[in-house]
């Protein structure tokens, strides 16, 4: 249970982090107006996109992180180290992620290599663990705060809010109609929860790809 609720819990950090930064600089201003289309009260459109949010998030990792990466990695494990083996794969998976956004409207070159960025942070969350639970948390929340803080993410716009945000000034910062993967506050929030999750792994004494790859056998 740990697991989950600290990738939950980083996901919120690490939005909510940049977006107090963006706050400091006057790029966001934020205002207290929970909203959603006017067919159905606002608490049945929350409940909707919690649970979208969930079956993107879980569907997101089965594929890029509990498939691509963890296949990838035990048939390389043929030909190099399992260490060796988890680093390629983890970097594969991470730029598999970015490609899955890039067709995403109001992409760019900037929210590419953010995405992809996030994609090896959900890998790092991944290998460090040997649990999809964690990047599953950390992929959930992130989305979630995007969404509720009124803000696009990953250039879907999503008409369901508690908090209404003006965006103001450069979008190189902001990352405009991509929401905030696709500006530097995404990138440096994504490279300092890299950070992170490698400290939470040396603190609780886990090994890089230990539990990941089980290596193949040699002819």
């Keep these: 249970m740990a697991r989950p ?29 929970p909203s959603g289309p006017p067919a159905y ?4 459109w929350l409940a909707l996109v919690v649970v979208s949010i969930v079956v993107v998030g879980v569907y997101e990792e089965l594929l890029l992180r509990g498939y691509i990466l963890t296949n990838l990695a035990e048939g390389l494990t043929a030909v190099l180290g399992r260490r060796a083996s988890v680093a390629a794969a983890l970097i594969v998976s991470s730029l598999g992620f970015g490609l899955l ?25 991944y290998v460090y663990t040997g649990s999809l ?3 599953i948390g950390l992929h959930v929340t992130w989305n979630l705060s995007g969404v509720l803080l009124g803000l696009p993410v990953s250039g879907l716009e999503i008409p369901v809010r508690l908090v209404r945000t003006e965006v103001a000034g450069d979008p190189v ?3 405009a109609g991509f929401g ?10 994504t490279a300092v929860g890299c950070l992170l999750v490698v400290g939470y792994a040396r603190l609780t004494g886990r090994t890089f790809g230990e539990k990941v790859a089980t290596p193949a056998l040699r002819s």
């Design 133 to 135: 639970s964690f990047p």
């Design 5 to 33: 609720l600290a990738g939950a819990a980083l996901g919120v950090v690490l939005v909510c982090g940049a977006y107090a930064v963006g706050a400091a600089l006057g790029v966001y201003e934020a205002s207290v107006d």
């Design 180 to 189: 905030i993967e696709g500006g530097l506050l995404g990138l440096g929030a």
């Design 101 to 125: 956004h890039g067709a995403n409207p109001a992409a760019s070159p900037r929210s590419l290599a953010t995405v992809t960025l996030a994609g090896l942070l959900l890998g790092l969350a």
């Design 173 to 175: 910062i902001h990352g």
């Design 41 to 44: 009260p606002l608490s049945a």
